[in-house]
């Protein structure tokens, strides 16, 4: 995703990230998507597109005069020895009537890519699957996470609170008798270091993945100047226990990095912070809170169990989004599409970083 950097950039293991300001695009950007799309992403919002743009990705716009049904935004990338592969990742407002549509906008714009990919973020529908295999597209790896818990705010935080699992009513009510406080902090300096301690550490703990410090505070860095980014910081007797940082788009937020430390779990103040998050969400207008990936609930999963429990007892149902699809432009798609797993893990063991 890119067109000519401009601005400072940032190291990220081989990849570069860029201000928002790097990307062409006009600040009614943002608009036509939050207008066009039936669950806007911020991965689709210009501030995405400028974070993304000064590495190795190139980032395009498709148009309604491109023929798409909806405005989206099409990332592209070099695969050594293959060509270049184009992605279309969190788009929405796609029902099975308007696949046709996008079947032939992308075709025709396809340019040098040997293959697109869409990810759609959208609750799972067969029809929606049929009509994507019959015209042409196949299944792929999604390279965005396929379960969720997301948060209904709709009504209000009080609301969410009476559909949470009492076990989690309980453990909120816990966090505030004991006396966590959370706040929101700053992005740079002192806050971001006491931040990236916590992914660290929860990182060390759990064998979860996460981005390099350089890459992390870039990203946070771009959506506090977008206006569309914030870190809490949940503290105990003055020190640090539990953070987080959240984007919103539109009237949409999503729990994006976290992390806490492995003393005191006693004090559910990972429980508290995300329920005073929820409450200044809902304040501000927010109807869904996405906390994003959880393990597929009905397979074995020993070593993502503490996540799940942890986030389904906010909500009583976890979300399946659509599975990731392949519309092949060149013969070598199907190469890349069976063999792109063991293409990203010798990417991932060779420089440390997440090809995406």
Known sequence: MRHGPSGPSTSTGGEAVVMAD????????????LAAHSAPH?????????????????????????GVP???????????????????????GITPALVPALTAAVGESGGSAFATKVELYQPRDPALDEAFLEHGWAPTRASQYRFAV??????????????????????????????????RAAIDGEDAAR???????????????????????????????????????????????????VVRFGDRAW???????????QLMASRYLQWRIMQ?????????????????????????RG???????????IVEYQPAYLLAHRPVAERWRTGESDFLAAHRARTGDYWY
């Open 255 to 265: 729990y994006k990095d976290g992390g806490s430390t492995r003393d005191l779990p």
């Open 42 to 66: 911020f991965m689709q919002s210009r501030a995405w597109a400028g974070i993304r743009s000064g590495g190795p990705w190139r980032v395009a716009p498709l148009e309604a005069a491109d």
């Open 307 to 317: 996540i799940l429990v942890f986030k389904s007892a906010f909500a009583p149902d």
């Open 280 to 304: 200044e969400l809902a304040e501000e207008g927010v109807r869904e809170y996405d906390l994003g990936h959880v393990p597929p609930p009905d397979r074995a999963h020993p070593s993502g």
């Open 70 to 92: 909806v405005p989206v935004l099409a990332y592209e990338r070099t695969v050594d020895g293959s060509g270049s592969l184009r992605h279309l990742p969190r788009i929405s």
């Open 22 to 33: 790097a990307v062409p695009l006009t600040r009614e950007w943002d608009e036509q998507v």
């Open 195 to 245: 931040m990236l301690a916590l992914v660290r550490a929860t990182e060390e703990r759990s064998g979860a993945f996460f981005r390099s410090d350089d890459y992390l505070r870039a990203v946070w860095s771009a959506f506090d100047a977008a206006g569309s980014g914030r870190l809490y910081l949940a503290k105990y007797d003055g020190t640090v226990v539990s953070g987080a940082f």
């Open 150 to 183: 997301v948060v209904d705010l709709s009504d209000g935080a009080e609301g969410a609170l009476s559909r949470m699992k009492k076990r989690g009513r309980a453990e909120i009510r816990t966090g505030e008798r004991n006396g966590v406080v959370v706040e």
